[in-house]
């Protein structure tokens, strides 16, 4: 069963960039197809982000096209989220999780779930 522990969220000023990593233990993350989702204070689980276990594709939620780009690692056993042009709408926690049969944009397919790291963005 693999461990999932997010990182580098903080506090920027809007249009400022953030990258949160998302560190695996306890099993090869190349095993999985990966995924990035945030849910903001008083709404749902919003899908962001999603890579194949090989890094060949990879799919964004609307609000991020253009902005936001997933990578991973799997030598480093680590997946990635470079987050540019922030905006006071991407405030929310971020979490990374894991999937080991589906490459999906539906939070209820994936296995397994990171704690989350917090964004904030300042106007």
């Known amino acids: 069963q693999v461990q999932l522990v997010e990182s580098g969220g903080g506090l920027v000023q809007a249009g400022g960039s953030l990258r949160l990593s998302c560190a695996a233990s306890g099993g090869s993350l190349s095993r999985y197809n990966m995924g990035w989702f945030r849910q903001a204070p008083g709404k749902e689980r919003e899908f962001v982000a999603a890579i194949t276990w090989g890094g060949g594709r990879t799919m964004y939620g609307d609000s991020v096209k253009g902005r936001f780009t997933i990578s991973r690692d799997n030598a480093k056993n680590t997946l990635y989220l470079q987050m540019n042009s922030l905006k006071p709408e991407d405030v929310a926690v971020y979490y990374c999780?894991?999937?080991?049969?589906?490459?999906?944009?539906?939070?209820?397919?994936?296995?397994?779930w990171g704690q989350g790291t917090q964004v904030t963005v300042s106007s």
């Open positions: 999780a894991a999937d080991l049969t589906f490459f999906s944009n539906v939070s209820l397919e994936y296995d397994y």
